[in-house]
């Protein structure tokens, strides 16, 4: 007879950022990529805005793995249906360690923006360890069923931009449909739906408008 057993133990991640944090930096974003990114690579989506006045973090989502079944290109993810709990943790503490490292605390405008797996990831970080935040961007993907109206009340002066593409495959009508329902009642005043034509992909013509 197998038995699983548990351990704690200490590891080292990476992030990538965008620019330079200085004086001139008016809005400071953390942007949480989808599946199968790196992050070094999903911050080529921010590279159109003003480089003076943005600087972009994007943590990097632990697990690892060669895509397309080729051993040439790496992406990752941040979590799947096994041990989803504890998964969740594991990432919460190390999006915790970047928020410090890059002293987000003190931001004077804080964007949070979450895509596709990121949405779920950047939500869960937000309502457990109550993120305050300018902005909270959440594209083509779908806020976790555990959360509700009550984790988000401490943001009563954040605003909330569900954007996703009518073409997204991985976003049917009836799924679109039941997410948006549920939007606007976790965001009943504050929220904003923008749509545009295209699938599971980056709109950067929204995120510019947002800098």
Not at 3 to 8: A, D, F, N, Y
Not at 174 to 203: A, Q
Request: proline fraction near 2%; include cysteine; charge should be neutral.
């Amino acid at each position: 007879m197998s038995t699983e057993k548990q351990l704690s133990y200490q590891i080292t991640n990476t992030y990538s950022v965008l620019n330079d944090f200085t004086s001139k930096t008016k809005t400071v974003w953390l942007v949480c990529h989808g599946i199968g990114y790196l992050s070094r690579y999903f911050l080529r989506h921010f590279h159109h805005l003003d480089a003076e006045e943005n600087y972009i973090i994007a943590p990097q989502a632990q697990a690892k793995y060669y895509l397309n079944n080729e051993y040439k290109h790496v992406g990752a993810s941040w979590l799947t249906k096994e041990r989803t709990q504890m998964e969740s943790e594991n990432v919460l503490n190390y999006l915790d360690e970047v928020y410090k490292a890059e002293n987000l605390e003190n931001s004077s405008r804080l964007i949070i923006l979450g895509y596709s797996q990121g949405v779920s990831v950047a939500s869960r970080w937000i309502a457990k360890r109550k993120i305050p935040c300018d902005e909270y961007i959440m594209h083509s993907g779908k806020l976790p069923a555990e959360l509700t109206r009550e984790d988000f009340q401490f943001l009563n002066k954040t605003n909330f931009t569900f954007i996703y593409g009518t073409e997204d495959a991985y976003l049917k009508n009836g799924i679109i449909k039941v997410e948006e329902k549920r939007l606007n009642e976790l965001f009943p005043s504050n929220l904003k739906i923008r749509t545009y034509k295209g699938g599971h992909e980056i709109n950067t013509k929204f995120i510019a408008e947002f800098a």
